[in-house]
């Protein structure tokens, strides 16, 4: 029985690092942090920290360690799938060896094959962590009344949650999250993908409005956004929401294009943003910057846009135009016919004075070198004064920011 036991936790730790590459993700558990035991830490809520001592003790052939472990998760998450499959795993290792993850007989395989990807999208976020002293390269700027942001990363199946601290994003959560079956960047009504972009909440609906399939709430986005309808993407109904409640969590590519966590952790996401308004960036891989180059990257932004700004009010068309792409387009206008609008604005002036506030600005994830900025503009003049919110698409062109989209945020 002792040789037996022993040579199926030899094969159990085998065929988990070659089904879920654990041996390319064994690492420092504070990988990153280069700080303090009191530094944040990523991935210590959730069932993610149980898991990784249930592959430890695994790995270190201790299977009725893991056994235990397995069993004090399940009580905590009792309808937690992978747990399930894992605690049989282990059950059948102990009269036989295993030929893989979710050895179970006439099990349908691509529903096994999905809570293996679970697996590795869980312990990959536990042992693999983002530095705690970066951020998300798209933070560029928070506007103060915008009290936290999220970013998907859609690659790793992780949701990380961030608090503006005096226009710094600082990290406060991460949770599992899953995605569109048949991957991201979304084109069109039924296409079963996640589209990548800037987006913000526009309400909550509770679950009370709600079929059990959304389970604890939903929080819809603005897709298709501006920029989404200039590139002719379509489709509507891209919500953040939480799981049924017979679900603890799906695997990382199963919804029609939605965002779907744990009912535990969307109840504790809402809590945190309660209400619209929340920048929600989804990207297919999250960028990290140290907070020096953050802070050199939105120095350099903030620089062409306030020299936008003070061209404007120069009065200078040619020079204020400048700053607009070949491909600007503000509604139904294109450059030539906004240029021709400003010509004959301005020679009308005698003066113009321009204002800018609760200015934020967020890097679009993707190939595009595109920032979104939303802001309050207070022109005035001295024949016409209005105020409105503005938003801009600005593009890196040869090296230089300029306006590709404008138009009423």
Known sequence: MTAMRYFSGRAVARVLRNALCLSSLIVPLAIGSGQSGDAVRYSDSGPEPMLEQVFRQIERNKLGLALEQVDALLQIWPNFRLGH??????????????????????????????????????????????????????LLQLQASQRHAVVV???????????????????????????????????????????????????????ERLTD??????????????????????????????????TFSRPPRASDGCVVLANSDFLALNNHLQGASVPVIISDSVEWLSL???????????KAHEQWR??????DVERFLSHYSARFSAGKKDLAAFAAQKRA????????KVGVDKLSTFRN??????????????YRSDNLSNRMIKQQYWQREDGRWRIVFEGEG
Do not use: C
């Open 85 to 138: 499959l894992i605690r049989g795993d282990l059950l059948m290792a102990r009269s036989s060896a295993l030929t893989t993850i979710g050895n179970a007989p006439n099990a349908p395989e691509e529903r096994l094959a999905d809570l293996r990807d679970e697996a590795v999208a869980r312990i990959r976020a536990y042992r693999d962590k983002p530095p705690v002293d970066r951020v998300p390269r798209y």
């Open 153 to 207: 990363d859609t690659r790793r199946s992780r949701l990380y949650l961030y608090e503006n601290v005096a226009g710094q994003p600082r990290f406060i959560a991460d949770y599992y999250v899953s995605h569109g079956r048949l991957g991201i960047e979304k084109m069109r009504e039924g296409d079963k993908k996640t589209p990548l972009g800037v987006y913000q909440v526009t309400g909550f609906l509770p679950p």
């Open 213 to 246: 399939f959304y389970g604890a709430g939903a929080l819809p986005i603005n897709y298709p956004n501006a920029w989404d309808r200039r590139q002719g993407r379509k489709g509507h109904g891209i919500w953040l929401h939480g799981t049924p409640s017979d």
């Open 292 to 302: 020096d180059d953050w802070q050199s990257e939105r120095s350099e932004f903030n």
């Open 310 to 315: 003070s061209d404007w009010e120069s009065r």
């Open 345 to 352: 604005v301005n020679a009308g002036k005698k003066w113009i």
């Open 365 to 378: 994830p993707g190939r595009e070198d595109l920032v979104v900025v939303t802001f309050e503009q207070d």
